[in-house]
């Protein structure tokens, strides 16, 4: 975070080479941009659209912000070759504790990279905006040390409920949104291999999430 004295805070996000900058006072966002420039090499891309895969859409006059990931779900929709698959209404199916154990056998090099890299995409997915599949993905997530082949199964279930809600956003509505508040719940010992309680929060701010955990 960097702050002037009179403008505000400036925020500045960055990732490896890909940087952003948010603030109150647009002067202030474009003289730190002529002063980093003055130091490094950088493009100057405008006024943001995307970042890191995440889509962000504006509309000043109704004080509303809309991000997604719709692109980068369906690179992944691609990628496992399940675009065309039939959408399912929930992340997980009725019954599928019944399979979310240890697996006793060994599975395959090529299992385990193809479980690890699915699990690893849907995991920056519900990283980034889709909180809706963060249980799903957090219990498969801890089979990816040996998957079986129905924690497989269910991570491609993952996939056709995302088939099916791939146009998910989250909507900021700042004209008319409430402030901060949050929710937090837990259950206690429902883990079938090691009876670990689960617990998750959820914070919103203008009606819609900014920060979640499961």
Wanted: net charge negative.
């Amino acid at each position: 975070m960097h702050q002037r004295e009179g403008d505000g805070p400036l925020y500045v996000i960055l990732y490896i080479d890909d940087i952003t900058i948010l603030g109150a006072s647009l002067q202030a966002v474009k003289e730190l941009k002529v002063n980093l420039a003055k130091r490094y090499e950088i493009s100057d891309l405008g006024e943001i659209e995307s970042y890191l895969g995440i889509c962000i859409t504006r509309d000043r006059q109704s004080k509303h912000l809309t991000i997604d990931q719709s692109g980068y779900v369906k690179d992944v929709l691609v990628c496992f070759g399940m675009a065309d698959a039939n959408p399912h209404n929930t992340p997980l199916p009725a019954g599928a504790d019944m399979h979310l154990v240890k697996y006793d056998l060994q599975a395959s090099v090529s299992d385990l990279k193809h479980y690890q890299s699915l699990i690893g995409s849907l995991l920056y997915v519900q990283i980034g905006t889709r909180l809706d599949i963060s249980f799903a993905v957090s219990c498969l997530a801890q089979y990816a040390a040996n998957p079986s082949p129905d924690h497989l199964h269910l991570a491609q279930y993952v996939l056709s409920y995302l088939v099916g809600t791939v146009d998910a956003c989250l909507c900021y509505d700042g004209a008319t949104g409430e402030g901060l508040y949050g929710y937090m719940d837990s259950s206690l010992a429902d883990q079938t291999d090691d009876r670990h309680s689960t617990s998750g929060y959820v914070f919103l701010l203008v009606n819609s999430a900014i920060s979640w955990s499961l």
